[in-house]
């Protein structure tokens, strides 16, 4: 009885997993269709990764993945940059607590609404158009998710490890550069993913801020799915299922080898 109890939450599992992959595993083998039109891969048609070679050796695809792979280690950047200093204040004076709070805030609010205060702001800054206005806009997105990672990080940490650096004499700043910023680096890492992850799939705000030259990958797809999916479109958005599905697969591994008992 417990083995079948056992199999039926294992079958279930597989059952979740194979629910939530498929879409993404439809995706990809659309981008590999061989046709001019999209479908399904079939033994008779095989797989073929052309789509993809059109892709990159377009001019507007290739502008779009640049400035999306740009604004998205721009945001990593002031994610963490932020999100880590505020995570350490939090832990260490209770008056910051209602701060940091708030920043978890634009995460609950549609896109649409941070898009459209961005564009208002930003114009009025002379950054509407550029990689550092989209970067920004991306981080009420990014930071969140930075910050929510590395304050549980910073709060697993042995406080008795900083003690002991401080009675070896090491000032404040020494102890935190030598002692607690290594073992955060994995969270630092994990954090950074998560936010560029989190900027180069945003689509409104980018709508709303982009311009000229500067359009990410997903601005330059949106307008060409409306009427007809075509293969190229199935292979762009393939790109950015990949770039999050490596993303993500390297926040796993350095959180679980982090994870491990030493």
Known sequence: MRLAGRAAWHLLAVAVAAFLLSPLVLSVLVSLYPGRSIGLPTLATGLTPDW????????????????????????????????????????????????????????????????????VAFEMLGLRGT?????????????????????????????RLRDAARSLGAGPWRAGWEVTLPLLVPSLVVAALLAFVASINELVMSLFLASGSVRTLPTIIWPQVRHAVRPDVAAASGLLLLLAVAAAGVALAVWRRAARPR
Do not use: C
């Open 52 to 119: 993809y070679r059109i892709v990159l050796g377009d001019p507007l695809y290739r502008q779009g993945l640049l400035s999306s792979l740009a604004v998205g280690v721009l945001t990593a950047a002031i994610s963490v940059g932020l999100g880590l200093p505020l995570a350490v204040a939090e832990f260490r004076h209770r008056w910051v607590r209602p701060v940091a709070a708030l920043v978890v805030l634009p995460a609950l609010v549609p896109s649409v609404v941070l898009g459209m205060q961005s564009l």
């Open 131 to 159: 990689r550092l206005g989209l970067a920004l806009a991306h981080t009420l997105w990014g930071l969140p998710l930075a910050y929510l990672v590395l304050r549980a990080a910073y709060r697993r940490l042995d406080p």
